[in-house]
């Protein structure tokens, strides 16, 4: 028994690369790379990932603790496409807020007595 129709084929890692390799030389009809490995001359990791996890990564003592973005930051790393004011309704909206912020600023405590999080959610009793 012969197959006559491409396969689809998967991977993961550098199986993932060897999908995408296949798919490109025409011998898959289709292919599911999960989490692959880079293709030549593609940087790891792109300067804004690397620019919009610096200012919590850069610092080794924030290793252990909660340390959220500010109002700017959010916007560059998360609300990019979007109006500044969306961004910024966002952040209100969905920013979870720690004890302390990237820049050194201390964010204000919870509306919400005991919310862990230091936040309030409409959906929490107040």
Not at 14 to 25: C, E
Request: net charge positive.
């Amino acid at each position: 028994m012969t197959a006559t129709a491409k396969p689809i084929v998967i991977g993961h890692s550098f199986g993932g690369l060897i999908a995408q390799k296949l798919l490109s030389g025409g011998v898959a009809a289709a292919a599911i790379a999960i989490d692959p490995g880079q293709i030549k001359r593609v940087k790891p990791l792109p300067l804004a990932q690397i620019r919009s996890g610096l200012p919590v990564l850069s610092k080794p003592g924030n290793k252990k603790r909660a340390i959220a973005l500010t109002r700017k930051q959010f916007r560059y790393g998360f609300g990019n496409a979007i109006t500044a004011s969306e961004s910024g309704e966002l952040f209100d909206r969905s920013a979870i807020r720690s004890s302390s912020t990237t820049d050194g600023a201390k964010s204000p405590t919870s509306p919400c007595p005991g919310s862990p999080a230091r936040t309030c959610d409409a959906r929490q009793p107040g």
